[in-house]
């Protein structure tokens, strides 16, 4: 039988302060990529995604993003392209 695969991001809260509604969305979906605090989040919202997403049986991606919180990975610099070449000729 085909399937699809439905995916949203979350975990995009920063401590006490609440984005978004993970908890709400997480029964509708199969699968989330969780903030991984460069663009949102933190590292007690990232345990907590994760949380949620295995009591809903969710599978658990990566969301990156740029490192840029206060633009929330939206506004351009050079520097994140020299990270990103650096991260490339790294792995190379």
């Known amino acids: 039988m085909p399937s699809i695969d439905l995916n949203c991001d979350l975990g995009e809260s920063f401590g006490a302060y609440t984005i978004g509604m993970d908890a709400e ?5 199969t699968s989330a990529n969780i903030a991984c605090g460069f663009h949102a989040g933190d590292p007690s919202v990232m345990q907590k ?7 809903y049986g ?6 990156p993003g740029l490192p840029d919180l206060q633009g929330f990975g939206r506004r351009r610099d050079n520097s994140f392209s020299i990270l990103i070449v650096g991260r490339k000729q790294d792995g190379e």
């Open 25 to 29: 969305i997480l029964p509708y979906v």
């Open 49 to 55: 995604s994760v949380l949620l997403c295995k009591k």
């Open 58 to 63: 969710v599978q658990v991606g990566a969301h």
